[in-house]
């Protein structure tokens, strides 16, 4: 129903809903702080700077990352910023070599990502993510807003073009993620991201060499 009725609206419409339809008590924005990240963070801050933004900080990001989530904050004048942590008793238990993001991805996305972000979403009965249907692969198809479990998952740039969000970048002069000058389209954890060429998908460069796409926070309910 609402996803019908936001099939054509704008990112600011969707979050503008969103708002609307929880409150912003109970709505997050989960960010990477990633390659495209100030696209949506410049719509939401535009709407409002206070809706909580939800930042996995895995313990396998780039320093670039982290510097580059304190730009946006101060850039954008994002006032509620949560950098969320694995369980030290999880990491020790089931990581403490630090070599499961090589021996089984998922499950150390699992300690890293999917569970930190169950967690911290507990508060929330709504949240915002950047996904988009170019990206390709499982989000070809993602709807404007979806269920995900108990909560609702809006993703507001569903149906924008790679264009468009160029044009977000330019219109609202925002930083550039400092690794995209050294040629990488897309950026998670440091072991599991790398360059991509002009000619591949931007997430290309995510997991090369394996089968794995996603992290597993957009393919597995967080309730
Ligand atoms: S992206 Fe790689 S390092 Fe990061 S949590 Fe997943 S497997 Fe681990």
Redesign the pocket.
């Known amino acids: 129903m609402l996803d019908l009725a936001l099939r054509d609206a704008s990112p600011a419409q969707v979050i503008e809903t969103a708002l609307k339809t929880v409150g912003r008590e109970q709505l997050a924005l989960v960010s990477s702080f990633g390659t495209e990240s100030a696209a949506l963070l410049k719509v939401m801050a535009d709407v409002d700077p206070a809706i909580p933004v939800i930042f996995l900080d895995?313990g396998?990001l780039f320093e670039e990352t982290l510097a580059y989530r304190d730009t946006l904050i101060a850039t954008l004048g994002l006032r509620d910023v949560r950098s969320i942590k694995p369980l030290d008793e999880a990491l020790s238990r089931q990581d403490p070599d630090r070599e499961?993001?090589f021996t089984d991805?998922?499950a150390?996305?699992r300690?890293?990502?999917v569970e930190p972000l169950a967690r911290a979403l507990k508060p929330f009965s709504a949240w915002i993510n950047g996904r988009k249907r170019f990206q390709g692969g499982a989000r070809a198809e993602i709807p404007v807003v979806e269920e995900d479990g108990t909560r609702l998952k809006f993703n507001p740039f569903a149906n924008v073009s790679r264009e468009e969000i160029e044009a977000i970048y330019k219109l609202g002069k925002l930083p550039p993620h400092p690794l995209v000058a050294s040629g990488y389209l897309s950026v998670?954890?440091?072991?599991?991201?790398s360059r991509a060429a002009a000619d591949e998908d931007a997430r290309a460069g995510?997991?090369r060499g394996r089968a794995?796409t996603e992290?597993g926070i957009h393919t597995t309910k967080t309730s």
């Open positions: 895995t396998w499961l993001w991805p998922d150390c996305c300690i890293r990502k998670g954890c440091m072991p599991c991201s995510r997991w794995k992290c």
